[in-house]
Each structure stands twice: as structure tokens, then as C-alpha cells.
């Protein structure tokens, strides 16, 4: 397939807002492709990211590009090689043979196709297929069941990774993406509310859990005898900064187990020290040590347990897990004594609570009512759109932040801080932004929206300032989640609906 069909896809998908028809544009493009490696690049094309984690491509080595070419000839595949290539340059000389083949691939591309290669590098596709969008579009494709695709991509932890059996295999080929130890699925997410009562209402009312909400860093551990697997939400590895993981891993009575937990620094109190000791810490294999505490299980020695009700889940963990390392609940259906237990949770120093139905199965990937968050401390979950020089004592620094909420398939701009940033946040912000930099004009700096930041405030007020029409009250920073994605970060709906 040339590129330049992925590339006319990728604009009329950028045109409308109906969702209807973004999956119909994506879903023709894909069932067109007839290539097992190009249904792979498609999709992950389509979904706005390449299948190379790291290009040693940027911005900056995008500046100065070739003359386009005038006729389209760049297929996928020369695409996807090209790329391959790139990743894998390294050692001296390196920095002049990726120019060349930098400007090779850009040089035999037209000015769309240079457009969206150019964008595709720096993550800037704004095109609005979402990830269940193209999951949507590989069902139509492939004329099979949308649940199908979806519950596929959560065992298999990716999309991509099970395009081809949905539009090839048919339903066979999907319902053979199983739970399997060692392969990471795609973590179930909370929805939110503002009060414990109406959480536990958005739950579907009775006896419910009421999760302590730990302000932690989410792992999924897989043990397989004394083989571990650590990994973040995102599906990263990351075992080998967690050692303490692993030997609590090893020590159940198992031989085969997947657990959800958190890994969060604890103070000789026992209280949570500040989330960035946590997040520093879980970036390296030393420090701070960190302490498991696990709330979930969906595996136990040949068992899947993610089909079974929380209630199921709950009894088979507590009977594997050592209470130390369990997060700490109350079941209750009285609101009262839910509205205690949140209290003893705050004035321990944790965030806030998690009520989650007891009937409800593990729904890996998905955001819904059966696990509903509740923080009393007003916080969101916002993505850096741009950072400004600072002046004065931060002259040296990146200071003032730009925030960002999703609305719909775009992020909506509702205010700035620099707020409750410590010198060390300066430091690393200034460097983190710096990596992610796509424009400088001398004050502003225009980033890739990658970066979630956990953002604390005293209200939400209407305003014409900014694009969302609200803005936040005393907005503060506690502190950056490299734990989260984008996908992961608070709705301008969530925003509005803290307006009094």
C-alpha cells in the first residue's frame, strides 16, 4: 500500500467530527490491506504512532528538509523499513548517516506525505482516531463483533497486536488472545465522582468495596515460578528497578499469579511520602524502597479470574497475600461507615478512596462505573500543552506551565501554573521539556502534549480567557505522572462538572 493512502485517510479523518464516519474512512482504508506486516503498520499508522518506540528523530533534526517529490511513491512498507533503520543507528558517525537517511526517506515524499511523516515523528498527528476508533474500524473491516476486537487488544495489550487475526482470522483468531502469564493486559481504569454516597450509588448501590486510593505508581506483576514480570500501566518492563516486587512475587504460594497493585514510598510513620519521592524512585532500582500493596488478582495458578466478580477476586487475593502488602478496604453498604473509613484514609495521608462494585468483572482497558474514584482534595489530571520561560531566581529555568484537558479528540487549553514547584521540579521540567520541544518563540515553549501532570486547585470558574471556557482557582502542581498517558488525563467535562 502507498503511503499516500494512509495519508489521504489521515486528513479525511481529520475533517469530521463524526465518529461514524472517522470509522468508516479508517475502516475502508484497512480493509483494503491484504499485507500481514502492512495491516500492522496501517493500524499503528492510523492510531497516530509509529511501530518504532525510538527513531533518534526530533523537532530540531526536522527542520531543514529536502525538496519534496512531486509524484507519490513511498509504500508502507518503505516507510516502516526506513524507520527501522533509523532506530538503529547509533555509535560515532551516527548523527551523519541519520541526516542521510533522514533526508533520503523525507526526499522521496510529497509535501502531504512529508506533512504527516513529520508530525507522525513528533506525535503530533491531530487527526482524532483514538485507539477504540481504530479498534472500531478493524471490526467493520474484518466483519466481526467490536467486543470482540476490544476484549482481543486488552488480553494482548495492544491494538496493533491483534489487527491481523481481526481482519483475517475472524472471531476464531480474536477469542485466541487469552490471559496468559507473562503477557501484560491492558489495566481496568476508575471513573469519578465527588462524593463517596454517589460513588457508591454510580457502583450500582448494595455492599461494595471502598478501596483505600494510594498515591502510588499502578504495577501489574506476573509471576511465572521464579520468573517476574513488573510492569507499569502503560505495559512498560520495568522489573528491574522493582526488586522489592519481585521478591514479595516470589514469596506467595503460587506458582502461577497476575496481580494489580501499587508500588508507593512509605515515611517510618508508615505514611505515603510525597508522590515524586515515589515516581523518583520507581525510575531507578535504588533509593527510597518502595512496598507493594496489591488489590486486585486476575490469575491464580491456572484460574482466569478476570470473567469472575470482584467479590471472587477479593477473597482469592486475600487468602494468597500477606496483609502488609494488601491495600486496605472496608466492605460495607452503609454510607456512613464508608464515609468513615475515607476519613481515617485522609488522615493517614493517602488520597482518597476507590468504591468498586462486587459483582463487576475485571474490565482490562476500560474506564467505567464499577470502580469509581473518590479525592476530597480537588486534583486533575492535565497534559502540558507549552511551558514559558521563567524570570527573576527561575530566569535559568522552564517555570510556568500550560494546561491542558481533553475534549473530544482535541486538548483544550484552561490555564497556567507555577505553583508548588520545589527547584528539583524546575530542574527536571526544564530538562524533560526541552526533550519534548517542538517550537520556541523566547518566552513560550510549544511541547509535545505528552507530559500528565497531577494538578491540585481550590474551585473551577467560567471564563472567556481560554479556549475551554473555564479556568482553574489557585491551581497548584503535586506532582508529574510518567505513570499515565494522555489518553489517561481528565475530560474538559470532568473540569466543568467542578463549577459551582
Known sequence: MLLADVVATSLAVAATRSRIAKVAVLAELLARLDDPDDVVTVTSYVAGSLRQRRTGLGWRSLQHLPAPADEPSLTVADVHAAFEHLSTVAGPGSQVARAAATADLFGRATPDEQVWLRSIVTGEVRQGALDSLVQEALAAAGDVPAASVRRAAMMAGSTVDVAVAALTGGEEALSAFVLQVGRPVLPMLASS?????????????????????????????????????????SLDDVTGRHPEVVEVARTLPCQNVVLDGEVLALGPDGR?????????????????????????????????LVDSPTHERLDVLESLVRPEHLVPRVLTDDEAE??????RVLDLGHEGVVVKSLSAPYAAGRRGATWVKVKPVHTLDLVVLAVERGSGRRSQWLSNIHLGARDGDELVMLGKTFKGMTDEVLRWQTERFGELQTSDDGHVVTVRPEQVVEIAFDGVQRSTRYPGGVALRFARVIGYRDDKTVAEADTLDTVRSHLP
Open 272 to 304: 505515603p511520602r510525597p508522590f515524586q519521592e515515589t515516581a523518583s524512585r520507581a525510575a531507578s532500582a535504588s533509593g527510597v524502597e518502595l512496598t507493594p500493596a496489591f488489590f486486585d488478582v486476575l490469575h491464580l495458578d491456572g484460574r482466569d
Open 338 to 343: 464508608a464515609e468513615a473509613f475515607t476519613a
Open 193 to 233: 465522582a465527588t462524593t463517596v454516597g454517589e460513588a457508591m450509588a454510580k457502583a450500582g448501590g448494595g455492599t461494595v468495596a471502598i478501596d483505600t486510593k494510594l498515591d502510588g505508581v499502578r504495577i501489574q506483576v506476573h509471576r511465572h515460578g521464579d520468573d517476574v514480570l513488573v510492569v507499569t500501566r
